[in-house]
């Protein structure tokens, strides 16, 4: 079984900053890219940003600039560094990872289970 766990989420005003974390756990052999996937109500869920295992990154146009995304290879942890905040980046934020099970030769995707981000005007 492999988990991802995610934190940070909140409350935040119009400009503010937030912090998400998200820690995979379980039988991990090794995590190729991880990332960070948002959904607001009434909408299909969305990219947000990615980091391969060599850091690589890319984040959609309406958070570049605003957003960073980083990890921690030896904690098997992806950070969500989100600052400016506006009322529309409010949505249910979910981490995905593409983790190589012990015993096993393929990659598989996994999801966290969210956490709620408002940001109020």
């Known amino acids: 079984q492999v988990q991802l766990v995610e934190s940070g989420g909140g409350l935040v005003q119009a400009g503010g900053s937030l912090r998400l974390s998200c820690a995979a756990s379980?039988?991990?052999?090794?995590?190729?890219?991880m990332g960070w996937y948002r959904q607001a109500p009434g909408n299909g869920r969305e990219f947000v940003a990615r980091?391969?295992?060599?850091?690589?990154?890319n984040y959609a146009d309406s958070v570049k600039g605003r957003f960073t995304i980083s990890r921690d290879n030896a904690k098997n942890t992806v950070y969500l560094q989100m600052n400016s905040l506006k009322p529309e980046d409010t949505a249910v934020y979910y981490c995905n990872a593409d983790v190589r099970r012990l015993g096993e030769l393929i990659t598989r995707g996994y999801w966290g289970q969210g956490t709620q981000v408002t940001v109020s005007s």
């Open positions: 379980g039988s991990i052999f090794s995590i190729n890219a």
């Open positions: 980091i391969t295992s060599g850091s690589t990154t």
